[in-house]
C-alpha cells in the first residue's frame, strides 16, 4: 500500500515563525505535491515537484518555499507564518500520468494554527 | 484552462436512498484523468476511482458506480443505497500532465 505520512497531524505556531511541514511517501513516486485546503474554496495548489530537486509554483506559492533534496521527502516551508496560513495543508505524491497511472495518494493532512 | 465543477455543495439524504453527485470538467487536452476522493471527518482523502479519457466504460464497485460522459464533459458518481458511513466530502478531481485539479467538493450527510 501507498503511504504518504506527513510529520504532524496538530500543529498550533505563533505569528512570524518558521514553520517547516515534511511529508515523506514510501512509492518512490517522482511527483509530489502541497494543497491547502481552506472552508469553501477546496483544495488549491501551493507547490509541486516532478522530481528531486525540483520545484514548481502552483496557484498560491506567496508565503511559502519548498525543498525536495531526496525523493521520498517534500518539505513545505512557511517563512514566516501569519493568521492567513491557518489552515488544513496537504501533501500527496503519484508516479507520472502516464497509461494507466495517475492518481495521487494522499497524507493525513496538517491542521495548522497560527496564532 | 482545466476546471472541474461540482455544482451540489450539500446533500443530505436517507439511508437506503440513491444518491449521485454531479462533476462536470473543462479541459482542452484530448488524454486526460478523471478522479473521485472520498474525505470522511477524519481529514484524509481516500482515492476512490480513476478514469482515464479514452475510456468512456462505466464502473461499477460495490454500491458505487460512476459514469462517464464524454459528450456532456461529465463524470458522475452515484451511490446506491446509501449508509451513515458514506457521510463525507467528494471530490471530483481533473489531471493532463500536470498536478491534479479539484473541484470545491460536495458534502454528503446520510441520515439514519
Known amino acids: 500500500d501507498v503511504k504518504v505520512t506527513q510529520s504532524s497531524r496538530y500543529l498550533v505556531k505563533r505569528t512570524g515563525e518558521k514553520v517547516f511541514l515534511e511529508c515523506v511517501q514510501d512509492?518512490?513516486?517522482?511527483?509530489m505535491f502541497w494543497y491547502r485546503q481552506d472552508p469553501g474554496l477546496g483544495l488549491r495548489l501551493i507547490y509541486f515537484s516532478y522530481d528531486v530537486k525540483m520545484k514548481e509554483k502552483g496557484d498560491i506559492p506567496e508565503g511559502y518555499s519548498v525543498s525536495r533534496e531526496k525523493k521520498e521527502r517534500f518539505s513545505l516551508i512557511l517563512e514566516s507564518a501569519s493568521t492567513n496560513q491557518t489552515s488544513m495543508y496537504l501533501c500527496?505524491?503519484?508516479?507520472?500520468?502516464?497509461?494507466?497511472?495517475?492518481?495521487?495518494?494522499f497524507g493525513q493532512g496538517t491542521r495548522l494554527t497560527v496564532v | 484552462a482545466q476546471k472541474v465543477t461540482q455544482a451540489q455543495t450539500e446533500i443530505s439524504v436517507v439511508e437506503k436512498e440513491d444518491v449521485t453527485l454531479d462533476c462536470v470538467y473543462e479541459?482542452?487536452?484530448?488524454?486526460?484523468?478523471l478522479f473521485w476522493y472520498k474525505q470522511p471527518p477524519s481529514g484524509e482523502l481516500v482515492f476512490l476511482i480513476r478514469r482515464n479519457s479514452f475510456d468512456e466504460q462505466n464502473e461499477i464497485s460495490g454500491r458505487y458506480s460512476w459514469n462517464f460522459q464524454k459528450s456532456t464533459s461529465s463524470f458522475n458518481f452515484t451511490i446506491t443505497a446509501s449508509q451513515v458511513v458514506d457521510s463525507a466530502v467528494y471530490f471530483c478531481a481533473l489531471r493532463m500532465n500536470t498536478p491534479l485539479v479539484f473541484g470545491k467538493g460536495t458534502r454528503l450527510s446520510v441520515i439514519a
Open positions: 500527496a505524491s503519484s508516479p507520472p500520468p502516464v497509461g494507466t497511472r495517475a492518481e495521487a495518494f
Open positions: 512509492m518512490d513516486h517522482e511527483n
Open positions: 479541459t482542452r487536452d484530448t488524454t486526460y484523468y
